[in-house]
């Protein structure tokens, strides 16, 4: 039988979009305007320092575990490659400056625990950031992933676990109390709380591997890491990585994207269709949520302009 070349739809290529992943498809449909087809350029060079400090973290680990370049963690930390990531961040305000400081503070100790976890697995050699696509019936353009690691008998994701920062001024210097030595999670005025991994693999995750599990047919892992726990999920100790749950966390995965194809479909196009269909939560900018505790005040604007405000 003769292949069929898949093509991308109109109703993609319209608004400039070639393709999908799991991170795209779980966005709010207004905040996927905004960053996908309004602003891509714009929001492409924001940051904050969960995704740069996760970013480097999986660095250390991918470059310790899959190239024998580095006999020791910490010549991978020193080398050039992370040293320059670290030095390239600029936070955007004071908080994000020091939940930086203190990620990077606990590189060693999150990256060990995620080595940690590996070890629990079978003997085995890997390569980083694998790139794979695959088309998924009902969706009308291909997904496009990268694999953290994939090995002679594993493939899996890497999840980091980071807390918070908080500015806390001391008075007097902290003591420490009898054989009981001070907790090492301040710097200068700010604290970093310590946080527990989940004991069962966040939803999205769980997409996340499914998708991957569609282009690559061995067995599934995630590795949540902190600096001070850690949790291996595999389809082991873990029904959600099972091949039926498996099953449907893709076709849920699938739906989120085609009742995004769904609006593309009907504004054909109109980027003031779309924007309609896709109204955001106005409270949500206000308040400096997560995805827009980074994006410019002039961004902001020009992105509510669109509906009048």
Not at 118 to 125: F, H, K, M, R, S
Not at 242 to 257: H, R, T
């Amino acid at each position: 039988m003769e292949k069929r070349i898949r093509k991308v739809a109109d109703c993609y290529t319209k608004f400039g979009l070639q393709h999908t992943s799991k991170s795209t498809a779980c966005l709010k449909h207004s905040d996927r305007l905004f960053k996908k087809i309004l602003f891509p350029k714009e929001t492409s060079k924001l940051n904050n320092a969960s995704f740069k400090g996760g970013n480097i973290v999986h660095d250390v680990v991918q470059l310790f575990i899959s190239t024998d370049t580095y006999k020791t963690l910490d010549d991978v930390i020193n080398s050039d490659k992370i040293q320059k990531e670290i030095d390239s961040y600029f936070p955007f305000n004071d908080k994000d400056k020091y939940k930086f400081k203190f990620i990077i503070k606990n590189l060693k100790a999150t990256a060990q625990n995620h080595l940690a976890n590996l070890a629990e697995l079978d003997a085995q050699t890997f390569k980083a950031e694998i790139e794979y696509t695959a088309w998924l019936p009902n969706v009308e353009t291909y997904w496009l992933m990268y694999l953290d690691l994939v090995g002679t008998k594993n493939f899996g994701d890497l999840k980091n676990c980071f807390g918070a920062a908080k500015e806390s001024p001391l008075k007097k210097p902290a003591k420490p109390k009898k054989d009981k030595p001070v907790v090492d999670n301040r710097i200068d005025d700010w604290v970093y709380s310590n946080v527990k991994v989940p004991q069962r693999p966040y939803f999205s995750d769980v997409m996340q591997i499914a998708l991957y599990k569609h282009s690559c047919s061995l067995p599934p892992f995630l590795s949540y890491a902190s600096n001070c726990d850690r949790k291996l999920f595999t389809e082991n100790n873990c029904d959600e990585l099972k091949q039926e749950n498996l099953d449907q966390a893709l076709k849920i995965l699938s739906m989120y994207e085609v009742a995004w194809q769904k609006k593309l479909e009907i504004a054909d196009g109109d980027v003031e269709k779309l924007a309609w269909l896709c109204v955001p939560d106005v409270s949500d900018i206000k308040k400096n949520t997560f995805m827009w505790e980074n994006v410019p005040n002039d961004l902001k604007i020009k992105f509510l302009g669109i509906y009048g405000l």
